[in-house]
């Protein structure tokens, strides 16, 4: 008798802030293996907050996932039974999975786990599409330089405390935006941080910032947008680069916000604000992970994971995002290792 898959599929498009009943949890049979497949057991899977975007009804850098099918995202899991000639049982792998327990595929957009000497959760997090986002969105979009001011929104998570440990590294002098004490204090204290506060018990964020940063900021790694982006442009310094990263702030909003409208900033300071995306620099994955490894293994770039149990979850613990439940990058065990 063939064994059962449970997956996670997209029941209803959301409409502002996904409810759980947007998700459903479905049983199918496994398929047999085919000549060239082999068959994967979910052990991690990510929760990332693009995933709001593929819910939605409109393509953009890739397509929407369609009602019924199973939820995107990427995952770690191990090789269990395989017809393929380059992927053997027992094989740790890490691709496009999806949000279910097992995965019969022919190898497409899996790649096997190499993570050195540190947990193959990492695949997903500081050694994988975060890390490589923090990497390319400040090192290549924001160019900081040693002395320089650089401030980061959403910098407890997991894009977000790489960029401002690179920062360090980098010489800059380095303020983080998060949304708890306890996430404020884990930024100074554990990854060296110059200095942050906690949004949601601040009033006057340009007061704030202003006094945080008393040179003005050369360097604003955006991870969220509203109001706390509207904030940082009344502070940037002349020749300032605003990296956009992502503006989890908005992804749920049912209508287009209106901002400050401070662009002219950009003028009067000839700054530049550039938008990324992770992708457009895959032709160098392989020369930034290995940094990447190089300052994990050094002490130098620190990461914490947040690890919740069960496929059935998924939902919440995705939800939690928007609620910044995490500190470093979420995931959800399916299985044991
Ligand atoms: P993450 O930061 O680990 O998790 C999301 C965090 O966002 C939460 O922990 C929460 O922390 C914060 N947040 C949620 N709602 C917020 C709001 N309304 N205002 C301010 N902060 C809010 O997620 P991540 O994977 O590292 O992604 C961070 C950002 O980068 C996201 O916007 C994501 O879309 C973007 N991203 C972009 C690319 C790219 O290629 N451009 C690639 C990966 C990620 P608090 O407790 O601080 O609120
Ligand atoms: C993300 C936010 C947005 C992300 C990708 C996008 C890979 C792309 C959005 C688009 O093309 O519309 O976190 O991560």
């Known amino acids: 008798m063939a064994r059962i898959n449970r997956q996670v599929t997209l029941a209803a498009r959301p409409v502002g802030r996904p409810k759980e009943s947007d998700f459903a949890l479905v049983e199918s049979p496994i398929p047999e293996l085919e000549e060239g497949q082999f068959l994967i057991r979910t052990i991690y899977l990510s929760v990332d907050p693009y995933m709001r975007g593929r819910m939605n009804d ?3 850098y890739a397509e929407p996932v369609k009602l019924g099918e199973v939820m995107v995202g990427e995952a770690v899991g191990k090789v269990e039974a395989s ?3 380059k992927f053997e049982v027992g094989d ?8 279910q327990e097992y995965c019969v595929t022919d190898g497409t957009e899996i790649r096997k786990v190499r993570t050195g000497g540190q947990p193959i959760s990492t695949a997903l997090g500081v050694l994988g599409m975060p890390g490589l986002t ?18 980061i929104s959403g910098a407890a998570g997991a894009v977000g405390s790489t960029v401002g440990q690179i920062a360090k590294i980098k010489g800059c002098r380095v303020i ?11 930024l100074i204290d554990e990854l060296g941080f110059d200095a942050a506060f906690n949004y949601k018990t601040t009033d006057d964020y340009i007061k704030k910032l202003a006094e945080l940063c008393p040179d003005g900021i050369d360097v604003y790694f955006d991870n969220v947008g509203g109001p706390l982006t509207d904030a940082v442009f009344p502070l940037i310094n002349v020749n300032a680069r605003v990296a956009v990263c992502g503006q989890i702030a908005l992804y749920n909003s049912t209508e287009l916000e209106q901002g400050p409208r401070l662009l002219w900033k950009l003028i009067e300071k000839q700054a530049r604000m550039e938008g990324f ?10 020369e930034a992970m ?5 300052w994990v293994d050094e002490g130098k770039i ?6 919740d149990d069960g496929l059935e979850n998924a939902p919440k613990i995705f939800l939690g995002l928007f609620d910044g439940v995490n500190t470093g990058k979420q995931l959800v065990r399916v299985s044991q290792e």
């Open 277 to 286: 995306l992770v992708f457009q620099f895959v032709d160098r994955f392989r």
């Open 134 to 151: 923090a990497y390319f969105g400040l090192l290549d979009i924001a160019n900081p330089q040693p002395g320089e001011t650089v401030v």
């Open 92 to 99: 740790i792998v890490a691709g496009r999975i999806g949000w």
């Open 176 to 186: 983080g935006i998060a949304g708890s004490d306890e996430k404020v204090a884990y």
């Open 83 to 85: 017809k393929h000639p």
């Open 290 to 294: 290995a940094d990447l490894a190089k």
């Open 302 to 307: 620190k990461y914490r994971e947040r690890i």
């Open 58 to 60: 409109r393509k953009s």
